[in-house]
């Protein structure tokens, strides 16, 4: 039993089965009558509730309840009976001792009575709740420490596995599309392959393509959660690539981001609902997205550490590394880690004005200048060593830029996990996606000549509401482009998207979720797309979907000759 309704919601069951798996269950109470007759129950949820004397031979109480949840619980009458009780893989006991201490262990009440579900009589009525402490039935603690450390190396090891044949994939693609002197994205073909594979696998033998689904979990959760840090380097340098660039021409580029990016919204916007009123699709429960989960102090601590050691390090031996990049690269990761860590956990109503990304950025710009003011070799230097774009003295803008190919091919599995979402509103979500793409292409090409904006400045922002992963990809097919600009106008575009997309939907009066997710991810890419989906949570498998697509037709565009030369031609 999969639910999806609201939590703290009571869900009665009224089944007659031998075996009863709940999972998945995001409510917090579920209701067993007596009409059911269960021998084996499983249990993957905060609080099951059973209504009156109840015997189950075996009972199994899932792990991945402790993962969402810390006071799982399970409610039964007095006059119940459990022959047995496993959790996970290792049977359990009861003791009836339950400290505040141990609060954070799962335990199983027993009540005589359940007022809230079924009234009882008089008799049953005065007895109280008995607090029963699951503990192992090992006399010692050693056995639970030393599996949950042994789970906890193996999932390092299973993250370090996936993500690194993801990584690797990405860099030998690369390699070979490089030798071969093609120009079309390498992560881009490699998306396809891997979209292709999973298509194929899903159709022949459906459980392979789910163990391969389940074994890059790790390797996802890991690139959705420290997205953003992928995305800094642009900004981090940017007062090294606007030095070339007159005050007049970075005036036409902000006005054209911000009318860009409303024109674009709407474009995206009102095509998704002139098609959904056409098609009359209904909506359907998508697949549920995992959240990473949040940062921890000992992940702050950690990174202090790491920056401070670093930082006094690289002062008195600015090229004990070999070169000063990488003599300054763990203090500079460690300042943009740092930065993001502490702007994601700003509240709300600060993050609307003081977004992570911009967090993060004046983080590694304040350890940079620090850097630059006690080894008197100034800000310049240090912005230099950020980001020096060789892979043979690496800075630590260019290791977290190198994640940016793993985040394409990410997308395969995203849009995998999706596909029927993508197959059901394939008419709306497809012809917005390619109209929007289209408009934000040729409208940026336009009002960039229209304004007087250099061309070459105009070539370089044309991809303005394409993810930088794929962004960087498509200004390589023209000639003269700056890419730090390219870079830098992505993620301000997503910035603005990020503070003004939901209230811009509401004056708008896009109500529909599948509107507000295209036109979000069309106009703002990932970043609108973080922004719109924490509060609208029904909207981002369509922002998922969206943002994957529009960078996809955007690369496919522009490597074709004719929109190239286009887009040049009126761009001036």
Request: some cysteine; glycine content about 6%; aromatic content about 10%.
């Amino acid at each position: 039993v999969a639910d999806r309704k609201e939590p703290n919601s009571v869900h009665p069951l009224h089944l007659l089965t031998s075996e009863l798996r709940l999972i998945n269950v995001h409510s917090t109470n579920f209701q067993i009558p007596t009409q059911t007759s269960v021998q084996t129950l499983t249990l993957s949820t905060t609080q099951i509730s059973m209504a009156a004397s109840f015997t189950i031979p075996h009972l199994s109480f899932s792990p991945l309840s402790f993962s969402n949840y810390l006071h799982p619980t399970l409610s039964l009458p007095s006059h119940s009976k459990i022959s047995s009780i496993s959790f996970g893989a290792s049977s359990r006991c009861f003791n009836k001792s339950h400290s505040p201490k141990e609060s954070n262990k799962p335990f199983f009440r027993f009540p005589s009575s359940h007022r809230r579900f079924l009234p009882m009589d008089s008799s049953q009525s005065s007895s109280t709740y008995r607090d029963v402490l699951l503990k192992s039935a090992a006399s010692d603690g050693g056995v639970s420490t030393s599996s949950s450390l042994s789970q906890t190396v193996f999932g390092v090891i299973h993250l370090i596995v996936s993500l690194g044949i993801i990584v690797a994939t990405d860099k030998l693609l690369k390699g070979a599309f490089v030798a071969a002197a093609i120009k079309f994205p390498s992560a881009l073909f490699g998306m396809f392959c891997i979209f292709s594979v999973l298509l194929v696998l899903d159709s022949t033998i459906p459980a392979a393509a789910t163990g391969v689904m389940n074994f890059f979990e790790p390797a996802l959760l890991f690139i959705q959660r420290w997205l953003p840090l992928f995305y800094v380097p642009s900004l981090v340098i940017l007062p090294l690539s606007v030095k070339d660039i007159p005050a007049a021409s970075g005036i036409k580029i902000c006005f054209i981001i911000v009318v860009g990016w409303l024109a674009t919204l709407c474009v995206a916007g009102y095509m998704a609902i002139a098609v959904r009123n056409i098609v009359k699709t209904e909506m359907t429960d998508a697949e549920p997205m995992k959240k990473p989960p949040p940062f921890s102090s000992v992940e702050m601590w950690s990174w202090t550490g790491i920056f401070l050691v670093s930082f006094v390090a690289a002062l008195f031996y600015p090229t004990a590394l070999g070169t000063s990049a990488r003599t300054f690269l763990p203090f500079l990761l460690a300042s943009t880690v740092l930065g993001y860590i502490v702007g994601a956990n700003l509240p709300g109503s600060v993050k609307t004005v003081f977004h992570p990304i911009i967090c993060c950025a004046v983080s590694a710009d304040l350890a940079a200048l620090a850097f630059g003011y006690l080894s008197r070799s100034g800000l310049d230097p240090i912005l230099a060593s950020y980001l020096t774009k060789t892979s043979s003295n690496p800075g630590a803008g260019d290791i977290l830029m190198g994640f940016l190919g793993s985040v394409i091919l990410s997308f395969a599995f995203s849009m995998f996990k999706q596909r029927k979402l993508v197959k059901r509103h394939a008419a709306e979500i497809f012809t917005s996606v390619i109209i929007s793409t289209i408009f934000s292409l040729y409208s940026t090409a336009l009002i960039g000549r229209f304004i007087g904006l250099e061309p070459n400045l105009t070539v370089s922002i044309l991809p303005r509401c394409i993810t930088v992963a794929l962004a960087l990809s498509i200004v390589t097919f023209f000639e003269g482009t700056n890419a730090s600009v390219t870079a830098a106008v992505v993620v301000v575009t997503g910035l603005v998207g990020a503070n003004f997309v939901q209230a811009t939907l509401d004056n708008l009066k896009f109500r529909d979720p599948i509107a507000r997710g295209i036109a979000t991810a069309s106009s703002a890419h990932g970043l609108g797309t973080a922004a719109l989906s924490a509060k609208e949570p029904e909207a981002l498998p369509f922002c998922a979907i969206a943002y994957a697509l529009n960078g996809i037709f955007g690369s496919l565009l522009c490597s074709l000759p004719l929109v190239r030369q286009s887009l040049i031609a009126i761009a001036g």
